[in-house]
């Protein structure tokens, strides 16, 4: 079985920052990639980013503003997460993708005056 765990949600002012953290457990196939989505109230889910290798990828609404980095030996990923509106806030799902799909409990983040 695969856990994910996040942490780093929190509140902050538009135009602020915030780095979230993913880190993975369990039986990892060799090959996989790591990512972030995230829903906000009455929304549906959405892409915001994933890296394989030193492949990374961004959804439109969040590129030049966010960066996605990982530690694949211990299978963990980050978001660093600038330039912050309040159209970002939204619960962050970590999502592994290999043989199966995994999720993360999700970590809120509020971005507000």
Same mark, same amino acid.
């Given at each position: 079985? &695969?856990?994910? &765990?996040?942490?780093? /949600?929190?509140?902050?002012?538009p135009g602020g920052s915030l780095r979230l953290s993913c880190v993975a457990s369990g039986n990892i196939s !060799? =090959?996989?990639?790591? /990512?972030?989505?995230? *829903?906000?109230p009455g929304?549906?889910?959405e892409y915001v980013a994933a890296i394989s290798g $030193?492949?990374?990828?961004? %959804? %439109?609404?969040?590129? !030049? =503003?966010? %960066?996605?980095s /990982? $530690?694949?030996?211990?299978? %963990?990923?980050?978001l660093q997460m600038n330039s912050l509106k309040p159209e970002d806030t939204a619960v962050y799902y970590c999502h592994l993708y290999s043989d199966s799909a995994y999720w /993360? *409990?999700?970590? *809120?983040?509020?971005?507000?005056?």
């Amino acid at each position: 079985q &695969v856990q994910l &765990v996040e942490s780093g /949600g929190g509140l902050v002012q538009p135009g602020g920052s915030l780095r979230l953290s993913c880190v993975a457990s369990g039986n990892i196939s !060799g =090959r996989y990639a790591m /990512g972030w989505y995230r *829903q906000a109230p009455g929304k549906q889910r959405e892409y915001v980013a994933a890296i394989s290798g $030193d492949i990374t990828n961004y %959804a %439109a609404s969040v590129k !030049g =503003r966010f %960066a996605i980095s /990982g $530690d694949n030996a211990n299978a %963990a990923v980050y978001l660093q997460m600038n330039s912050l509106k309040p159209e970002d806030t939204a619960v962050y799902y970590c999502h592994l993708y290999s043989d199966s799909a995994y999720w /993360g *409990q999700g970590t *809120q983040v509020t971005v507000s005056s």
